[in-house]
């Protein structure tokens, strides 16, 4: 069986292994086991991980398009309020399971366990 890259297999929310089952049983639920290889998928803890990379690159993302929509159209705060709110929860929310997945995928591959050395 050839290797997946984990940004792919993360990327598509597969198993690390065979790149084929699902990775999630919910939205961010990992599964017990792959459907399609039967990989256990018990070792799969990303903790806050994927939350944290995902503020570094939405934050500042944010950031810089009200920066910029503000210097060019100088909108009332009410403006900013309904387009970056919602954008930020948008997009947060969207790459929170690909991140996840990736998190998972690289755990897979390094064979990063709890108490494993």
């Known amino acids: 069986m050839t290797q997946i890259s984990p940004f792919k297999a993360g990327l598509l929310c597969r198993c690390p292994r065979c790149g084929q089952g699902k990775l999630f049983k919910g939205y961010l639920k990992v599964a017990p086991v792959c459907s399609a290889c039967g990989l256990d998928l018990a070792f799969a803890d990303s903790g806050d991980g994927p939350a944290i990379f995902v503020i570094f690159l939405v934050a500042p993302l944010i950031v810089a398009l009200a920066l ?15 387009l ?24 897979y591959r390094h064979d990063a366990h709890e108490g494993h050395q």
Do not use: D, E, R
Not at 84 to 107: D, E, G, R
């Open 84 to 107: 970056w709110i919602p954008a930020t929860l948008i997009l947060s929310l969207a790459l929170l399971p690909p991140f996840k997945a990736t998190m998972v995928a690289l755990q």
């Open 68 to 82: 910029v929509v503000g210097a060019m159209f100088n909108p009332p705060p009410y403006v900013h309020l309904i």
